[in-house]
């Protein structure tokens, strides 16, 4: 029998978890770690590196690495690197394979049918290309999973009182919110938001920026970029962490290593907390605009909200917990490791969806409406925002004048009245045969599938005859 796997694919770390006789546990790499780093590597004829031996080539060479490529999932970007070209699907695709070679080896055993969560506020595009991901890996996904209802699984585990939740996910290039209700094995998801361009990786940038201000004005040593660039990074991100823990960190600004708390060498440069809260202040206050939306399409306050769950490794920052108490009047809940649990939940609904686990019911939500574009630019909705998944629609369209030889329909997502404020899908073409205006009569079902992914159909009433719907020019990912 197949163990059930579930796969974080994260911005800045993946994770892999299957579930092992009763108990769920996430599977170490073959560096014996639990977090694989979502780097990639490319080297000459064509030889990728992921994880800890991309770091590793990068502290040489950090022109051949890419990094946080899933906040370019659904567009067109592609990363020139020396040795060749990358795009988000291929380098997300190494990482799969990575975590997935690493786990057959831990459980002597193959996969193919897995689990994979991405950020709840993914739109459609996104999502088929971390499918497209899944099956360049040799994948088949048994399902695409919001990661703050994947969270919301692992917490809920044993706990069958009734009870409203909201779900802070901030891993390293997304924040997502979730409002959810759980109770005697149903997980309900109400309303979703969030922000697909804010992230730890922000906060890291933040004080990368501080620090090469700091750096140049000290002109103790000339990096050349890009090397420069990824040192700062290194350092922010490490800086990061410590001062979780941490009131202050002492920084080698000559050599740019990494940082360590209450030791001072030459050249120190201090960094205390509160100055890392100031310098990021803007960042913690993007997480109001979007749990506020959340809430209000839930129909809820926050005094309504009994219990608030932390995931992603950004949530252990003391500004983000302080905030998460003043907007709900409780501590949130970060008694699980905040890394773990989205993975953990993937492999419990891996467990669902192959018939092992039988108690538990997960009804998701689409994060956008659905629509097309039609006259004078406006948008008009077929599946609106927060309807449970999967769902479908059909809409009637004919021809607007005579003669006409094919109806083009436009496909966006959002929440924005005119079309041109939304994410373009793409469009499609229909053809129709020759009629007077009003005529043809062309039926279009719009369906999101349980992963969230759009499917698209048509049929001609009159002929009684269906057609292959595919979408194409698809537009760019803009930032929410």
Not at 370 to 382: P, R, S
């Amino acid at each position: 029998m197949q163990i059930p796997i579930g796969i974080d694919l994260g911005t800045t770390n993946s994770l892999i978890a299957g579930k092992i006789g009763d108990r769920i546990a996430v599977l170490p790499n073959a560096e014996g770690k639990l977090l694989t780093p979502s780097v990639v590597a490319l080297l000459s004829g064509g030889d990728m590196l992921v994880g800890q031996q991309a770091i590793d080539w990068a502290e040489r060479c950090p022109q051949d690495m890419v990094s946080s490529v899933k906040r370019s999932m659904g567009s067109l970007t592609k990363f020139a690197l020396p040795h060749g070209e990358l795009t988000p699907v291929t380098a997300s695709a190494a990482i799969l394979r990575k975590v997935i070679a690493d786990a057959e080896r831990y459980l002597a055993t193959t996969i193919s049918d897995v689990v994979i969560t991405v950020p709840a506020y993914f739109n459609a595009r996104q999502r088929e290309d971390t499918a497209n991901a899944a099956d360049l890996a040799g994948l088949r996904v048994l399902r695409i999973l919001n990661e703050p209802t994947a969270a919301a699984l692992t917490f809920g585990l044993g706990n069958e009182n009734p009870q409203t939740v909201v779900v802070w996910d901030l891993g390293g290039g997304t924040f997502d919110v979730s409002v959810l209700r759980i109770g005697y094995g149903v997980y309900q998801v109400l309303a979703v938001d969030g922000d697909q361009r804010l992230g730890g990786d922000d906060w890291d940038q933040a004080i990368a920026h501080w620090l090469r201000q700091s750096w140049e004005k000290t002109g103790v040593m000339s990096w050349p970029e890009p090397e420069l660039a990824y040192r700062l990074r290194l350092v922010a991100e490490h800086s990061k962490r410590l001062l979780s823990e941490a009131p202050t960190v002492e920084m080698d600004i000559a050599n740019l290593a990494l940082p360590a708390v209450n030791e001072l060498p030459s050249n120190c440069l201090v960094i205390s907390r509160q100055q890392f809260q100031s310098l990021t202040a803007h960042l913690c206050e993007r997480l109001v605009a979007p749990t506020e939306r959340a809430l209000r399409a839930a129909g809820l306050v926050p005094a309504n909200v009994e219990r608030v769950i932390l995931a992603g490794g950004a949530t252990r920052m003391p500004a983000v917990q302080e905030l998460a108490m003043r907007l709900f009047g409780q501590p949130p809940d970060s008694s699980l490791h905040p890394d773990l649990v989205v993975a953990t939940g993937a492999a419990l609904q891996a467990a669902i969806l192959v018939g092992g686990e039988q108690r538990y019911t997960l009804i998701d939500v689409v994060p956008f409406a659905v629509g097309i574009a039609t006259e004078k630019g406006m948008f008009t909705q077929l599946i609106p925002a927060n309807s449970p998944i999967p769902t479908q629609t059909s809409r009637i369209f004919t021809n607007a004048r005579d003669d006409q030889g094919s109806v083009f329909i436009q496909v966006l997502q959002g929440e924005h009245p005119r079309a041109a404020d939304n994410e373009n899908l793409g469009y499609f073409e229909l053809p129709i045969p020759p009629l007077p205006r009003g005529m043809a009569r062309i039926e279009v079902s719009f369906e999101l599938d349980a992963s969230g992914i759009l499917h698209i159909s048509a049929q001609d009433l009159l002929e009684d005859l269906a057609r292959q719907v595919e979408i194409v020019n698809v537009g760019k990912i803009t930032a929410v």
